[in-house]
């Protein structure tokens, strides 16, 4: 059977391991990159759980490393084409901006958005010699609506957006498409980042963070199954209409967007504040 090719970041645990597992099974020779290859056996036992093990090929990327990225682009050569890019790689540092270092939301953004634009520059001409492809980006709620101890995250995730939608009205003429994934929270190790925020006890922050690790822990009993987003990514990969640019997906996530639109920031604020300091 003649596979497309999808590529996929961050293939060693969470959205980007089921993905790649998922495109394996809807017909993709699958490209898992991660940092460390050392991690992909988890990535391998569940394939083969799932008799798609020979359909997934691990390659090391380091989306931060411009000599990792080219390495890649060498090895891409030999397919035909590339059909699809997941560009999963990403990590959410918590903190509040006052007590963050400037090198924090340097590191933040050289991950989940500048490796993102230096992989998708390496993509795109494959593309676009065939014209036709698909980048799909993996943002977040978080891109959409901003939340107090996530400021590093969420305005790597705005920018991602932003870029986004400029890209595809770049590409879109030579066949190539840009999606935006939007998650709400899902049981992934994304989060680790924020429940493990520290600060001094002298902090004035303390009380503030003690009221958003509450948050968070209430809200775990409402995350969503990761394995819904995965499928989600194989469905925008295989579908044969030109996809809808963004797709939010998560319990009252939908409902939280509409809401932005419709009510004044203040009305928002006031409720977001009230719950972490109740």
Not at 8 to 25: D, K, M, N, W
Not at 244 to 251: C, H, Q, S, V
Request: charged share 25%.
């Amino acid at each position: 059977m003649n596979r497309k090719t999808a590529i996929i970041t961050g293939s060693s645990s969470g959205f980007g391991l089921l993905c790649a597992i998922e495109l394996a099974r809807n017909g993709f020779q699958v490209i898992g990159t991660m940092r460390n290859v050392d991690k992909a056996v988890t990535l391998l036992e569940r394939a083969n759980e799932r008799n798609v093990s020979e359909f997934i090929k691990v390659f090391p990327l380091d989306v931060t490393s411009s000599e990792s990225i080219n390495d890649l682009k060498n090895y891409l050569r030999e397919f035909h084409s590339i059909d699809i890019l997941v560009n999963n790689a990403g990590f959410a540092v918590g903190g509040f901006c006052e007590e963050l270092s400037i090198e924090d939301y340097r590191k933040q953004f050289e991950t989940n958005f500048f490796g993102i634009i230096e992989v998708t520059q390496m993509v795109l001409p494959f593309m676009r010699a065939n014209r036709h492809g698909r980048v799909i980006n993996m943002s977040s709620i978080s891109g959409r609506m901003g939340f107090p101890g996530l400021s590093a995250y969420s305005s790597s995730k705005y920018a991602l957006e932003g870029f986004s939608e400029s890209l595809r009205l770049e590409v879109k003429p030579f066949g190539i498409d840009v999606v935006l994934v939007e998650p709400g929270s899902y049981a992934t190790n994304i989060w680790s980042g924020v429940e493990t925020i520290k600060i001094n006890q002298d902090s004035p922050y303390q009380s503030y963070l003690k009221g958003i690790k509450c948050e968070i822990e209430t809200g775990k009993k409402d995350h969503g199954d990761p394995q819904d987003v995965a499928q989600l990514v194989a469905q925008i990969a295989t579908q044969t209409k030109s996809p809808d640019l963004r797709y939010p997906i998560g319990k009252g996530v939908k409902k939280n967007l509409l809401l932005k639109n419709m009510l004044p920031w203040k009305m928002i604020e006031d409720v977001i504040l009230k719950r972490i300091h109740n």
